[in-house]
């Protein structure tokens, strides 16, 4: 069983930068992969970013590439996600998630067993 909460969201200006950050309490496997996701009101939750636990491989959306980065600290069980370069569209309430058996694409939103319940971001333009 694992436990996701998420930090770190809030209002910004667009172009601006906000770091958010997920504790993952529970037994963290090597094997696991944890992602970030995001739903917008009125869209479907998409994929932004993952990170595997073990060789630190990460995957990003097109829309996100060199604006944002994730981390992942093994010995604090947390993943970070550095926005930067904000925009309007960024705005949504993001979501980590662990899925514990990666044989999936990281953009599965199916494949993730657990979820934390979310932190808004607010890009104004």
């Known amino acids: 069983q694992v436990q996701l909460v998420e930090s770190g969201g809030g209002l910004v200006q667009s172009g601006g930068s906000l770091s958010l950050s997920c504790a993952a309490s529970g037994t963290i496997y090597s094997s696991y992969r944890m992602g970030w996701f995001r739903q917008a009101p009125g869209k479907a939750r998409e994929f932004v970013a993952s990170?595997?636990?073990?060789?630190?491989?990460?995957d990003y959306t097109d829309s996100v590439k060199g604006r944002f980065t994730i981390y992942r600290d093994a010995a604090t069980n947390t993943v970070d996600l550095q926005m930067n370069n904000l925009k309007p569209e960024d705005t949504a309430v993001y979501y980590c998630?662990?899925?514990?058996?990666?044989?999936?694409?990281?953009?599965?939103?199916?494949?993730?067993?657990?979820w934390g319940p979310g932190t808004q971001v607010t890009v104004s333009s």
């Open positions: 998630a662990v899925d514990v058996s990666p044989d999936s694409s990281p953009g599965t939103i199916g494949a993730y067993d657990y």
């Open positions: 990170v595997t636990w073990r060789n630190n491989k990460k």
